[in-house]
């Protein structure tokens, strides 16, 4: 399609590809501006289900405009075959940033170790992909795919969210029930599951990306458990599947890793990850504690709303931009706990002093509590 014009969209070249889509460079020859035209693969254009389900999607995003979503311009169609118009972003995905930040061979080979990311720059992307969270979910969308290859870092330091290609609105989730999984309620049940052929397909085009009837939709390592269980899936999914993105971020390790999917469910669903500060010692501890409520089994243990979790990493960022990102000092974190070690406001212990003894100052008090002469 290289060189095509496809209605008002010169093709210019190839940007990428996944099971849901190809995507190439092109240019709006009306508005003489950079798109990206997501077309459909061909071996789908013919199935009735996989058309209304990118069109339903395509429109489901249409609905965001946030500036950390990557924003839908239009849905087309030529020779029966949908595209989606996007806006052309410049600059890497999360993804690749963390394996350059790996070095070569993962940092494991001549004695290159492996470097992590810059806590700055970790709370800043962190902060841009919450908000653009909080966006969709107020608009009443479920991504069901978060992980770092839908997460782009353009060049001028904005983060966007791509790829709403297994998106669903809330409501639909609620409604859906079409997933193996959804008969799976214990790890024995896991286990016999591995077995059937059907299953195990599913599985593998879940790696993919790929979402059809019969499979579950989701990466499997960044799945929540309730999308493992084919649960009714609500807002605190995505929240689980960014926790294991803050999580990968922070220690450069994913937090449930296998060798085949199954196994990658089993560990979702039953295995507890190691504490980000065993991989990196000197981490906050106020963002390990934002990334273990991310990680909760439990959805109602984790945060409600990413609008929540955005201001404790919203918090934490300013902190540390402020001086205070003391790692010995275990900020608790939440709309209703505010105290560091016993100390009112979650203000660093020196700055509650030095407050205290202006005041006393203002009132005539010396520190100690008796009037000044």
Avoid: W
């Avoid at 962190?126 to 991504?143: N, P, R, T």
């Avoid at 983060?159 to 029930?177: M, P, Q």
């Avoid at 803050?246 to 039953?270: C, I, Q």
């Avoid at 934002?290 to 919203?314: G, H, N």
């Amino acid at each position: 399609m290289i060189g095509e014009t496809v209605s008002h969209y010169r093709i210019r070249r190839e940007l990428g590809g996944g099971g849901m889509g190809v995507v190439y460079e092109a240019e709006d020859v009306r508005l003489g501006r950079r798109v990206a035209l997501k077309f459909l693969p061909e071996r789908l254009s013919d199935e009735p289900e996989a058309l209304e389900r990118f069109q339903r999607e395509a429109r489901a995003t249409g609905r965001l405009n946030h500036p950390s979503i990557c924003t839908l311009y239009d849905i087309e169609e030529v020779d029966g075959r949908p595209f989606i118009v996007m806006e052309r972003l410049e600059g890497q995905s999360l993804k690749e940033r963390l394996v350059a930040l790996r070095g070569p061979a993962g940092g494991d080979e001549a004695g290159v170790a492996p470097k992590q990311m810059p806590y700055a720059e970790l709370l800043d992307i962190a902060v841009q992909v919450a908000d653009g969270l909080e966006a969709a979910h107020s608009h009443g969308v479920i991504h069901r795919d978060i992980k770092p290859a839908n997460i782009f870092l353009t060049r001028r330091g904005h983060v966007k969210i791509l790829d709403f290609g297994l998106a669903k609105l809330a409501s639909e989730a609620a409604r859906s029930h079409a997933t193996p999984a959804a008969e799976v309620k214990s790890a024995e049940a896991m286990k016999t599951a591995a077995h059937d052929a059907a299953f195990a397909q599913a599985a593998i085009e879940d790696i993919s990306g790929l979402t059809a009837n019969g499979t579950i939709a989701g990466t499997v390592a960044y799945m929540s458990p309730e999308q493992v269980r084919g649960d009714e899936l609500d807002e605190r999914s995505d929240l689980f599947s960014f926790g294991t993105v803050l999580y990968e971020m922070a220690t450069g390790e994913k937090p449930f890793t296998a060798t085949t999917a199954v196994r990658a469910m089993m560990a979702v669903l039953e295995t507890k990850p190691v504490p980000p500060s065993t991989l990196r010692p000197e981490m906050p501890a106020a963002l390990e504690t934002v990334i273990a409520k991310a990680l909760e089994k439990k959805r109602e243990l984790r945060y409600p709303s990413a609008a929540e979790m955005r201001a404790d990493l919203a918090r934490l960022k300013r902190e540390r931009a402020d001086g205070d990102g003391d790692t010995s000092q275990r900020h608790e974190v939440g709309a209703n706990s505010q105290q560091v070690h016993g100390q009112e406001g979650g203000q660093h212990p020196q700055r509650q002093a030095d407050r205290r003894e202006k005041q006393h100052n203002q009132n005539g008090i010396a520190p100690t509590g008796h009037r000044s002469e």
